[in-house]
């Protein structure tokens, strides 16, 4: 839990970030990074139950990812709501990749194993090549959390983002664990947060399990 100052009276903000449905690249394990890759079939079917998973918590608002494929599932979930649009927060964007953007995990590896071992084992001190750092990617996905839940407190809203993105949120959130920071998250699922004030509560049960290894002393990961 992120704690800090709250809003007094003022009731908390319950936020269900959702990961985008699956898309092409998701199935081929490259990182898309704001490359602007439409749902597959399967994840159009994964934005439509998670629409349909949301359409009875009473959500007021509905924000995304400026991305294309994020855009999609908001708008599912909006109206599956009854809800008259989405908005846009780009503080949702997914993680920007620098030079491993459309590049398997292996071939990130082998083309920055120095690199490659932080993003897998400290994403803290991580950086891609060329791109964001994934602290910083942390601190801004963390901040649209406050910021979406100070502006709507005692609602029940959603936003739809990306898989390393949900990651970051939980790793600020409930700290460092000794398992992988790259747990198992499907495409189109949701994780609850409470948001009051700068305090912020990851309230879905959550399995933050080992991901399996490649080879010895290189874990792989799984792509955002």
């Known amino acids: 839990m992120i704690t800090g100052s709250t809003q007094g009276e003022a009731r908390p903000c319950r936020l269900h970030l959702v990961r985008h449905g699956q898309t092409l690249m998701n199935v081929e394990n490259r990182f898309r990074g704001r490359r602007d890759v439409p749902l597959s079939t399967i994840g159009r079917a994964e934005a439509w139950g998670a629409a349909r998973r949301l359409s009875g918590l009473g959500l007021s608002v509905v924000y995304t990812s400026p991305l294309g494929r994020a855009r999609e599932v908001a708008e599912a979930i909006a109206a599956a709501s009854e809800l008259a649009d989405v908005r846009e927060h780009d503080g949702l964007v997914n993680l920007e990749y620098g030079r491993w953007e459309g590049l398997t995990r292996e071939e990130c590896a082998d083309a920055d194993p120095a690199l490659w071992r932080l993003y897998a084992d400290d994403p803290e ?75 912020i509560t990851l309230v879905s049960p959550l399995d933050r399990s080992v991901a399996k290894l490649a080879a010895p002393g290189l874990r792989l990961g799984r792509t955002g």
Not at 150 to 171: C, D, I, Q
């Open 125 to 199: 001190r991580a950086i891609c090549p060329d791109g964001e750092s994934l602290a910083a990617a942390a601190d801004r996905v963390v901040g649209a959390l406050r910021g979406i839940g100070r502006a709507h407190p005692g609602e029940t809203v959603a936003a739809v983002s990306h898989g390393v993105m949900l990651r970051l949120a939980v790793l600020r959130v409930e700290g460092p664990s000794d398992d992988d920071w790259q747990f198992e998250l499907p495409t189109g699922s949701s994780l609850a947060f409470e948001i009051d004030g700068d305090a």
